[in-house]
């Protein structure tokens, strides 16, 4: 069996490089390890599909090299994407602002792909095992469980480590080694946090409970919703202060983004003395959060009305729920987490084509490199966008 180009991963970096590459008139075949194409795809966004973001910038992204991902993402946008979707009868709708999901299913950007690919020309073959990848001269050569396959360009779309049980293996990492290419430590991206002892079970008291903070960890700061769960937190502002965190720092949240307390109740005490403490907060907080704050930081006597607090201890709640510190105890790790930080050190591959230098018979597009994008339909237009321009460039 011989083709142009060979792309190991029906992900979603891999079916658009191949369907590209199939438009320029290369024979080209993708093969997998798994029984269905573009598994993460079918599962993202609760089966919606986050499938781009239209405000999509380099500065979205995280990666030892940011201007590797300038050249791909300037060439093939996010309106290009729309373009393809909207011709093939795809509805779509934009949640908040940029971030457009699929209106019924996900199912329906892997149609895209796959009809794609056929007119492309492109052979998909699925419950296939590549066992070796090895240079021959100016082509390379696969061994898999349907046989040897002679490729003129291989272009290795494995993914990265998140979520096993959708088949995500180090397979793309051990073929970059094998060819004298650096990987950068990967951890998990895009994570719920865990908790642990006194804080797990307040957290756990709260789960299902859902609140807008603004959470910052080092320079990093982002305005979403924070969700209580029985191990800790999650929603989006938790999963994309995660990508930045790292063990043993401590996170902080506003709680209260939008007021700034001490001033809020030092106001209170001055027009509403007799108020009590429990009657404000639960003017700004979920019925369950406002109690659980005051059984978190009792005070002597909570009936006592805002006058008889002194300033001090308003300040106190001030910092409290303008600045709440808290150090996670990790994260669920690999089994949730929605993308790999780290990944192939790009220095080693042309922002171009995708190739690696000095070896163009080679070539890595989507989550296996250093790059990793924020919550929101960024990392599928990476996908997108690298897929373009190496399917493009074979």
């Known amino acids: 069996m011989t083709y142009d180009v060979v792309i190991i991963g029906a992900g979603a970096a891999g079916l658009m490089c191949a369907a590209s590459a199939g438009y320029t008139g290369k024979r080209v075949l993708v093969l997998d390890h798994a029984n269905k194409a573009g598994k993460k795809i079918l599962m993202s966004g609760g089966g919606r599909c986050n499938f781009t973001n239209l405000g999509t910038t380099p500065q979205h992204f995280y990666s030892s090299n940011p201007h590797f991902c300038i050249s791909a993402l300037k060439r093939y946008r996010p309106e290009h994407f729309v373009e393809l979707v909207e011709r093939h009868g795809v509805e779509h709708v934009e949640k908040t602002p940029g971030q457009l999901f699929c209106a019924v299913s996900a199912k329906e950007i892997v149609r895209v792909l796959l009809t794609e690919c056929e007119w492309a020309g492109v052979e998909v073959r699925l419950n296939t095992q590549i066992t070796r990848v090895e240079q021959c001269g100016e082509s390379m050569l696969l061994t898999t469980s349907v046989g040897k396959v002679d490729a003129g360009v291989v272009v290795v779309a494995t993914g990265g480590l998140s979520i096993p049980t959708m088949g995500a293996t180090g397979f793309g990492y051990d073929i970059a080694r094998q060819f004298g290419l650096e990987v950068l430590a990967t951890r998990p991206g895009l994570v719920p946090f865990t908790l642990s002892d006194t804080w797990k079970e307040r957290a756990a008291g709260l789960s299902g409970l859902s609140v807008p903070v603004t959470v910052s960890c080092g320079d990093r700061r982002f305005a979403e919703p924070m969700l209580f769960t029985h191990r800790g937190l999650s929603g989006p502002a938790m999963l994309q202060i995660s990508s930045v965190w790292q063990p043993g720092e401590s996170i902080v949240m506003d ?35 406002a109690q659980a704050l005051l059984e978190w930081y009792p005070q002597q006597d909570l009936a006592r009305p805002l006058a008889q607090y002194s300033n001090a201890a308003l300040d106190e709640w001030g910092e409290r729920l303008n600045a709440w510190q808290l150090k996670p105890a990790g994260t669920e790790g690999w089994r949730t987490a929605e993308v790999t930080m780290g990944g192939i050190n790009t220095d080693a591959i042309s922002s171009k084509t995708f190739e690696v230098n000095g070896m163009p018979q080679l070539r890595f597009i989507g989550e296996v490199l250093d790059v990793t994008g924020e919550l929101g339909g960024y990392n599928f237009q990476w996908a997108w966008a690298s897929g373009v321009a190496c399917g493009q460039a074979c």
Do not use: C, I, M, Y
């Open 255 to 289: 709680l209260l983004p939008e007021e700034n307390v001490t001033e809020s109740l030092r106001e209170a005490r001055q027009v509403t003395p007799k108020r009590q403490l429990s009657t404000w907060l639960g003017e700004r907080f979920p019925k369950r959060l």
